[in-house]
């Protein structure tokens, strides 16, 4: 089958809402392509396997994809991308140079080449995650295994906002915990919650295509008795209880969120009402430039601020509720 690949290069501070602009435009997939340089020196103590060729996209700078079915109109896609990617800029996240170009692609060219270059991938000192075409075995008894088919869309676990999340889990959560996921994608940090001993997650996400994808995660790791996913925008679905049969009881003691800083910023409060006193909201996916005015939200909010935790140009809060 031919697509239509629609390409758009932008920065890496713009990755999520360019590639979600593609999904609402229609794409059936989408891929993100980041600056590499495997001459920089790697942290390896945790045996992570990196095979990921270098490229030619400078740093701090992205190639996003989307792929559209032959048939769409593509003069009304670009226009309706080109449009929304440069609102980005009056909330001051710079998409860069934005510019757009579109070919025609064979499915395989696309579909499955990607998966080559997913290995398993240690990101803790106690989480593996494994995509499922791969063989592996834990290399000790505390190691725990996140099967994962991430499909076109959603985190494999090696970028650095979703590995930031699940070393932060690690440090927080304890046994029997009940924890919310807020744009839950791929369903990786609600596998990882439970993989670490919590008893219940809700995992929450606006994309209905983010909620089949984590519904078929959680069963590939045993875990749908364990995760509730659920469509919705944000915190909204805890407001409305009465048509929705939570897993969770509130109040409860871990929220995680690993989106933008910008929509971060629009459901502080809705979080500090979710939490029970001295619990855990870990915010990650806030590029450098915001975590400041993160940061100050946080604390007027209620919350105190016991780890920052960063990886190359992002940052991660542990923040918890006096």
Same mark, same amino acid.
């Given at each position: 089958m031919i697509w239509k690949e629609l390409t758009i290069h932008t920065t890496e501070e713009a990755v999520e809402m360019v590639s979600n602009f593609l999904h609402e435009a229609g794409a059936g997939g989408v891929t993100i392509e980041e600056h590499v340089d495997n001459s920089k020196p790697r942290d390896t103590s945790l045996g992570q396997w990196f095979e990921i060729p270098p490229n030619d996209i400078p740093e701090g700078e992205a190639k996003i994809s989307g792929y559209f079915a032959q048939g769409s109109d593509m003069d009304e896609v670009i226009e309706q991308v080109k449009e929304r990617t440069e609102e980005l800029r009056v909330f001051n996240i710079d998409p860069g140079k934005a510019e757009i170009t579109v070919r025609d692609v064979h499915e395989d060219d696309w579909a499955n080449n990607w998966k080559q270059y997913f290995k398993p991938l240690r990101v803790s000192e106690k989480l593996t995650? &494994?995509?499922?075409w791969e063989d592996y075995e834990p290399q000790s008894v505390d190691e725990k295994i996140i099967e994962l088919d991430p499909g076109m869309a959603f985190g494999t676990g090696t970028h650095p906002t979703t590995s930031l999340c699940l070393r932060t889990l690690e440090g927080v959560i304890q046994e029997g915990d009940e924890v919310i996921d807020v744009g839950t994608g791929s369903g990786i940090l609600a596998i990882g919650a439970c993989q670490l001993g919590a008893s219940r997650v809700l995992a929450l996400d606006l994309d209905p295509i983010a909620v089949t994808s984590a519904m078929e995660n959680a069963k590939l790791n045993q875990l749908e008795d364990r995760i509730q996913v659920v469509e919705s925008d944000l915190l909204s679905?805890? &407001?409305q209880g009465e048509r929705f049969k939570l897993d969770v009881k509130l109040p409860i003691r871990v929220v995680v969120a690993n989106i933008l800083a910008e929509i971060i910023l629009l459901f502080i409060e809705d979080v500090y009402e979710a939490l029970q006193p001295g619990?855990?909201?870990? !915010?990650?996916?806030?590029?450098?430039? &915001? +975590? /400041?005015?993160? /940061? +100050? !939200?946080?604390?007027? !909010?209620?919350?105190?601020? +016991?780890k920052t935790a960063r990886e190359e140009d992002w940052v991660a809060f542990v923040a918890r509720k006096r």
């Open positions: 995650i &494994k995509p499922t679905v805890l &407001k619990g855990y909201y870990i !915010a990650s996916g806030i590029y450098k430039n &915001k +975590e /400041q005015i993160v /940061q +100050e !939200a946080l604390v007027t !909010a209620g919350f105190d601020i +016991e």
